[in-house]
C-alpha cells in the first residue's frame, strides 16, 4: 500500500495567483509559508525555521481558493508531486529544471474567533 498526503497549516505569502495551462484550463498557485520552531540547545533559545510551498488548486477547488489573500490562515490538503520543465529564454534556458508543489484536494481558509477557537471556512475538492 503505498500513501502520498500532506496536510499543511500556515499563511498565505501573497495573493492567490490565477494562471492557465498551456491548453487554457484555470489554476490557481498559492504561496504558503510553514514554520518548524526549536530549542538550541547551546544557546537555550529557540529558533525558527520557514518553508515556503507551492501549492496549485483545479476546478471548484482552485475556484475557492483564487479569492484568498495574502496572510490568510489556511489548511492545505493534498498531495506531494515533483514535475520537470524547461524554462525559457534567459540565464538558464535550455536546462532542464525540477519542481515539487503540492497538488490541492481541499483547502480551507482557517479564522480565529475572540476566545481562540479556529473558525473553518472551507472549499472542499469536489
Known amino acids: 500500500m503505498y500513501s502520498n498526503r500532506v496536510t499543511l497549516i500556515g499563511f498565505l505569502g501573497r495573493d492567490a495567483e490565477v494562471r492557465y495551462s498551456r491548453n487554457q484550463t484555470p489554476f490557481t498557485v498559492l504561496s504558503v509559508a510553514t514554520k518548524r520552531s526549536w530549542k538550541d540547545r547551546e544557546s537555550g533559545g529557540y529558533k525558527s525555521e520557514t518553508t515556503w510551498h507551492r501549492c496549485i488548486a483545479f476546478g471548484h477547488t482552485g475556484e475557492y481558493a483564487a479569492k484568498l489573500?495574502?496572510?490568510?490562515?489556511?489548511?492545505?490538503?493534498?498531495?506531494?508531486?515533483?514535475?520537470?520543465?524547461?524554462?525559457?529564454?534567459?540565464k538558464n534556458g535550455g536546462a532542464k529544471k525540477s519542481i515539487t508543489e503540492i497538488r490541492i484536494r481541499g483547502v480551507a481558509k482557517l479564522d480565529r474567533s475572540r476566545n481562540g477557537e479556529v473558525v473553518e471556512d472551507s472549499g472542499a475538492a469536489a
Open 69 to 90: 489573500t495574502k496572510g490568510a490562515h489556511v489548511q492545505i490538503d493534498g498531495e506531494i508531486r515533483t514535475r520537470e520543465y524547461t524554462p525559457g529564454s534567459g
